[in-house]
Structures are given as C-alpha cells and as structure tokens.
C-alpha cells in the first residue's frame, strides 16, 4: 500500500500526530510519501529513513492522502490531489475541523480500519472558475472545495457584483464582496456571513453577500448544475478572487465564469463519523440545558 502525507507546519502538536501516524504505517509495512516541502523541516531520522520517501507531484498509484492539520490544510492538499481520485484522510491537530475529524488518540486505531477497508467514501463537489481575461494565477489551479469569492481590494468601498445564473440577470450586490460556496463550503465563510449549513450530500451552491448594503439581499440556494456569472465594478481598477485560501487578482469588467468542477474530492470517513454528529460536536447543537 503506498500513502501520502501532508502538512503545512511543524508545529509541537502536528509533529506529535505525525510521529504517530508514522509508527503505525511502519508496523503495517506501508510504503511512505512525505510531500517535499513537509520533509525539509523534520527530523534528520526521518529524512534519512530508508523506507520514507519525498513526493512533489502525486500520481493514481497512490492508496490514499493522510493531511495533518486543519480543514486549511485539506484545502492545500486538494490541490496535489486534484482529479487523480486519491481519497483524503484529515488528521485534526487544528481548531474545528469539520474535514480534519480525527484527533491525536484515534489515530492509531483510525489507520488500522482504514488500512483494511474499513470506511466509506464522501464524495465532495467542487467549484472551477475562467475568466475573460488571461490570468495566470489560475492556470496552475482553477478549482475550489470551500468556496470561490470575489472580494474588494486596497480600497474601503464597496463594490458591485453583478450576477447572473444560466444568462439570467439575477442582481447587483452593493457589497463588500460575494462568496459562491459548495455543501462543504457551508460550513466556513459562508456561514460566517451568515448562510445556511448544507449537508456534503446536497446537490446545491450558495450565494452569500458579504455585508451586503442591499438591505434586501439575502443568501440564496441554487441549483449545482447553475452556470454562474460575475461581473465586479468598483473605484478601484482591480479586485480579489479566492479560491479557498489560494488568490488571484482580477481587472474590473472581466467576466468570472463559475460552474461545478467535472470532478469530486473523495473524503474517508470512518463508520462510526456521521455531519450530523460533527455538527452536534463542532457547533455544539444540542448544547442547550433543555435538550
């Protein structure tokens, strides 16, 4: 069996995780792929390890994606695993982790089950994006998990997000910006900005305003097989675009394509894991004295 593993810091409780892990995968006799950038900041033992090797690139042959960290950290690793269809398996050494569930004393047994099978596949949608405009920021990746937004640069005005679906006007949000969110996006900016928490499962997008001044807009649920269309205004001559955590800068008056990716992102999930039980654990729902 040949397995990736991510992180992005080598923080105390990150490597206490990863020494962990990495005992377990060679009791089991694993082939290990440590992503190069992760491997220059650990230990001389384990770069010299014979049985450990580096990864910059990933390719199908891989068994699976282990990603030590926080939900930012899945998001990262997304983009090494791209449409290779390498299932993701997040180790939590972060805050709320709605992607990264396993804690520090589950992983042992954790790995064991996924070792032999034991698991089910969540099938995450994904967002891509083109523009009108040539822009090189996107050509290396042009696809998001959480969300893609469009957001205001160096400047404390508002900007205009014009918005149509499948080539209908929709509106104009006078806003600081507009977040566009898949079910598994729900859960983030999203509903920081106020938009409802969608199940992995749901065959929908978000549009959620970010401090809108139409006193009328509100997030809005919409189809995942919607053909999205943005075009931003402003006093300034160019604007933001996240994708995730990764950005892009965009000319005003360029026109922002969004539609749903070709492909999915595979999550493993352990049997026993359920969304609702992680919202009951994350956003403590049913912490109230009556329940």
């Known amino acids: 069996m040949k397995v990736a593993i991510y992180s992005q810091y080598n923080k105390k409780k990150t490597q206490k995780s990863f020494d962990l892990l ?8 694993v082939s290990i792929f440590i992503e190069a950038q992760f491997l220059i900041n650990l230990s001389a033992d384990i770069q010299n390890n014979a049985l450990i090797q580096s990864f910059k690139i990933l390719d199908k042959s891989f068994d699976f994606l282990v990603s030590i960290g926080g939900d930012g950290t899945i998001l990262r690793a997304t983009t090494y695993v791209g449409d290779l269809n390498i299932p993701i398996v997040g180790i939590n050494t972060g805050r709320l982790g709605f992607l990264a569930t396993i804690q520090y004393d589950e992983i042992e047994e954790a790995i064991k ?8 596949i969540s099938e995450r949608t994904l967002l891509s994006v083109s523009t009108s405009k040539k822009n090189k920021d996107l050509e290396i990746c042009n696809f998001a998990l959480n969300e893609i937004t469009v957001s205001r640069k160096n400047t404390t005005s508002m900007i205009t997000v014009e918005t149509q679906l499948n080539d209908e006007y929709l509106t104009s949000y006078w806003s600081d910006g507009l977040i566009v969110s898949t079910p598994t996006g ?8 106020g938009g409802p ?7 929908s997008f978000v549009l959620t305003p ?11 649920v919409i189809e995942d097989s919607t ?7 402003g006093r300034e001559k160019e604007h933001l675009m996240s994708l995730d955590s990764r950005i892009a800068t965009v000319s005003k008056n360029t026109t922002i394509t969004i539609k749903k990716a070709a492909f999915t992102i595979k999550m493993i999930v352990l049997k026993n894991e359920t969304f609702l039980d992680t919202l009951r654990k994350k956003l403590l729902w049913g912490e109230d004295k009556r329940n």
Request: some cysteine; aromatic content about 4%; hydrophobic content about 35%.
């Open 197 to 203: 928490v969608i199940t992995p499962d749901t065959t």
């Open 210 to 220: 970010i401090a809108p001044h139409n006193l009328s807009a509100r997030p809005l």
């Open 186 to 193: 729900s859960t983030g900016y999203s509903l920081s900005c």
């Open 22 to 29: 990495i005992d377990v995968l060679l009791q089991k006799k």
């Open 227 to 233: 053909i999205i269309t943005l075009s931003v205004n």
């Open 113 to 120: 089950k996924i070792l032999k099978n034991d698991y089910s």
